[in-house]
């Protein structure tokens, strides 16, 4: 009990320390500092996430659009070759009309008349009349063959002023896209920024990596086992391309044979350092917008932002292999949809906070990294 009370006494008198009271303050303003920055941090990776996938469906809608002006453009271009066609037609059965009146002028009703009363040289006369309405025949003919021409020149003209309209409309659409995708872009670069003031430290840069690559862990480790179904998939698959020399069977039978799912200069290989730690896959350097492959057939089980990793896209092969297409501009592949070698299932870009566009491509076996260069034939 003295002990008791002997402690009581000292703590009502540390507790009326000035010094005591401001070191609990202190202690207080520091959590609160804390929680404000954890909270502000995670207020800006979501506005990142929510700017970096509006870009990449921004950036879908402009390549579509761009794909649409094409057709119109070829469109464009084959109606005007057609339109070249068919006046050059005209002015060929134009040539052979004058032709062809004069001819029937020379032989006129007069002549004609004669032709039929001359009795002195029947047989000249019948063919004379032959090739008298051979001409008239064909003067018919080629005015009709003028007619259908011109009409399918007119409808060309109108095909192409419709085919023009719808151009200059796609245009519009595509400045609008343009826009959006350069709004996006200023907007991201200005967070970006904000970003690397706030949290540019190398103590911080190595703890976000280190929470990254555990977060990917556990979402590897929650993904649902496909086995059973990618083995029906694949009996399907070979049914249909029974005899096509390319197909090289499961994954477990791919190693060293694998095609990169985009060309580039690798510009980080697997175990190369990375802020204290290593790289688990492989960076690819390729241009913001081109095509990303998928290596071999499989199910998506994973197709959205996250942090680290951007816009992250994670294909099930079986037998506890996975292949992992991170920093993505857009994703063209959902979860739950089933690829096959060379489908295009992304872009090439530089979300997840980047600064240059590359691909990071990873490999895993039940979990573990294992390195890419081991079973991509170079």
């Known amino acids: 009990m003295l002990v008791f009370g ?75 070759q057609e339109i070249k066609i068919y006046k050059r037609e005209i002015e060929v059965l134009n040539k052979e009309l004058v032709g062809q009146v004069r001819a029937a002028y020379l ?54 002023k419709t085919e023009t309209e ?19 872009r200023k907007q991201r670069n200005a967070l970006l920024t904000k970003i690397k003031q706030d949290y540019s430290s190398n103590e911080h840069q190595l703890t976000q990596l280190q929470e990254n690559e555990i977060s990917l862990k556990n979402l590897m480790s929650s993904l649902p086992i496909t086995d059973e179904e990618l083995a029906v998939n694949v009996g399907q698959n070979k049914e249909k391309i029974q005899g096509n020399t390319e197909f090289k069977g499961d994954f477990t039978t791919l190693k060293g044979s694998l095609p990169w799912p985009v060309k580039g200069r690798l510009a980080q290989t697997f175990g190369s350092p990375r802020a204290d730690s290593h790289w688990d896959g492989v960076l690819i350097e390729a241009n913001e917008g081109t095509d990303i492959k998928a290596v071999t057939e499989g199910k998506v089980v994973y197709a959205e932002w996250k942090m680290g990793y951007g816009m992250l896209l994670i294909i099930d092969h079986g037998h506890g292999y996975m292949t992992l297409y991170a920093f993505n501009q857009s994703l063209y592949k959902h979860e739950g949809d089933w690829v096959e070698a060379g489908d295009v299932i992304a872009t090439v870009g530089q979300s997840g906070g980047r600064s240059q566009a590359g691909l990071y491509f990873g490999i895993r076996q039940n979990g573990t990294p294992v390195d890419p260069l081991e079973w991509c034939h170079r």
């Open 6 to 80: 002997y402690r009581s006494a000292y703590a009502e008198d540390l507790q009326a320390n000035p010094q005591f009271n401001k070191v609990e303050s202190d202690i207080v303003d520091v959590k609160q500092d804390m929680q404000r920055l954890s909270e502000q941090k995670s207020g800006m990776e979501g506005m990142l996430a929510d700017i970096e996938k509006h870009y990449g469906e921004t950036a879908t809608s402009l390549k579509a659009q761009l794909s649409i002006i094409d057709q119109h453009r070829q469109g464009i271009a084959r109606i005007q």
């Open 166 to 184: 719808l151009l200059q409309q796609t245009l519009e659409e595509k400045r609008t896209e343009q826009s959006l995708l350069d709004q996006d």
């Open 107 to 160: 032989m006129g009703h007069e002549q004609r008349l004669k032709l039929i009363l001359n009795q002195q040289d029947p047989v000249l006369s019948a063919r004379i009349m032959i090739y008298f309405n051979y001409i008239n025949k064909e003067r018919l003919k080629n005015l009709s063959n003028k007619e259908a021409a011109v009409k399918l020149l007119s409808q060309l003209d109108q095909q192409k």
